[in-house]
Nanobody, 122 residues
């Protein structure tokens, strides 16, 4: 059974930083597997944040230049370094993985974590 477990969320002031982690178990996410981050704010649709595939990285427009995704293959873990946080970054952040597809839509990912709350105060 594949499990993705996020950690690192919390409350931070605007302009601050947080680092999220997502540890995978039950399956090794290899070089050609996609792993990514999404977020969902109350009343809004789940939004693409970033993904990693074979060393290629893509970001959502709203986080470019502020967030950085990285992967530690030895630990089967991905990270999301979030800098210059804004109140509009407040959301539940989800880790996702998929062995077949590279995409920016939630429906393109088979595996999901339970989410971690990030709250940015103004």
């Amino acid at each position: 059974q594949v499990q993705l477990v996020e950690s690192g969320g919390g409350l931070v002031q605007a302009g601050g930083s947080l680092r999220l982690s997502c540890a995978a178990s039950g399956r090794t996410f290899r070089r050609y597997d996609t792993m990514g981050w999404f977020r969902q704010a109350p009343g809004k649709e789940r939004e693409f944040v970033a993904n990693w595939y074979d060393g290629n990285i893509d970001y959502g427009d709203s986080v470019k230049g502020r967030f950085t995704i990285s992967k530690d293959s030895a630990k089967n873990t991905i990270y999301l370094q979030m800098n210059y946080l804004k109140p509009e970054d407040t959301a539940v952040y989800y880790c996702a993985g998929d062995p077949l597809r590279v995409g920016k839509l939630p429906g393109e990912y088979d595996y999901w974590g339970q989410g971690t709350q990030v709250t940015v105060s103004s």
